[in-house]
C-alpha cells in the first residue's frame, strides 16, 4: 500500500495519476503543512483545501503541523503513523532537485519503506502538459516575482499559460525551483470537483501567494 506525499499541486497529483493508472494500491495522501499559517508551506493553501482535496479523490489523509524547528521529527512521526496504517511505499512528486530527493530517500528507506519517484528525470514542459492533457485543472497560487510574473498568480493552468511558462526566460517550467505552487481542484480522479475563486493576495518579499 502506497502513501503519496501531498502538497495538493500538480505535481503530487500527476504523480497519484501515474501511480493510479499504473494499478498501484494507493490510500493515503501525507500532507506536512505550517503550524503558524495553518497552510501548506510556499504554496499558500489552507490546510482545509487539502482536506476537501483527499475527500473527493477519495483517498484518507494524513496531515501533520510543523515549524522551523521540528520538520524532521514530524515527518519522522507521520512515516510512523503510515507504517502503523499498513503503507509499505511512499510517493514523491520530485523532478530534478536532487538534494530535495536526497534528503527524503534517506529517511524513508531508513525507516523501511520503499521510495517511489513517478516523476523523476523527466522534462518539466513534458510533465506540465501532460497534467493538462490529463485534464488536470490547477489555479498558481504563489508567485516568486524575482523568478516569474506576478501576473500568472490566480490563472488556470490551462495550455495558453503552459506555453507562457515555456516560453518565459529563466522559468522551470515545471516551477521546480519554486518559481511558481498550484492547488489542484479538478480532474479525472475526483469524484466532483472543487469549487474555487480566487481570494485576498497575500505579498512578502518575493513572494506573492493567493488565497483560495
Known amino acids: 500500500m502506497i502513501a503519496v506525499a501531498w502538497s495538493g499541486g500538480k505535481d503530487s ?81 520530485n523532478i530534478h532537485l536532487a538534494d530535495v530527493r536526497a534528503w527524503y530517500e534517506e529517511r524513508t528507506s531508513a525507516a523501511g519503506f520503499a521510495h517511489l519517484e513517478p516523476l523523476w528525470g523527466e522534462a518539466p514542459l513534458s510533465l506540465l502538459e501532460e497534467v493538462v492533457a490529463r485534464g488536470y485543472r490547477a489555479l498558481l497560487t504563489s508567485i516568486d516575482t524575482s523568478r516569474a510574473p506576478r501576473s500568472w498568480l490566480g490563472r488556470e493552468l490551462d495550455p495558453a499559460l503552459v506555453q507562457e511558462i515555456a516560453t518565459a526566460r529563466d522559468v522551470d517550467a515545471a516551477g521546480e525551483r519554486g518559481e511558481f505552487h498550484s492547488f489542484v481542484f479538478d480532474g479525472p480522479l475526483f469524484r466532483a470537483p472543487i469549487a474555487v475563486s480566487p481570494g485576498e493576495v497575500r505579498a512578502g518579499g518575493d513572494h506573492a501567494l493567493l488565497d483560495v
Open 13 to 93: 497529483m500527476l504523480a497519484l495519476d501515474r501511480l493510479v493508472r499504473e494499478g498501484r494500491d494507493v490510500r493515503f495522501l501525507f500532507n506536512l503543512y505550517d503550524r503558524a499559517s495553518r497552510r501548506v508551506r510556499f504554496h499558500g493553501v489552507r490546510r482545509e483545501r487539502i482536506q476537501r482535496q483527499a475527500e473527493r479523490l477519495g483517498l484518507e489523509l494524513l496531515q501533520r503541523a510543523t515549524g522551523p524547528d521540528d520538520f524532521e521529527a514530524v515527518f519522522q512521526e507521520g512515516l510512523e503513523q503510515l507504517r502503523r496504517a499498513g503503507i509499505t511505499a511512499i510517493a514523491f512528486g
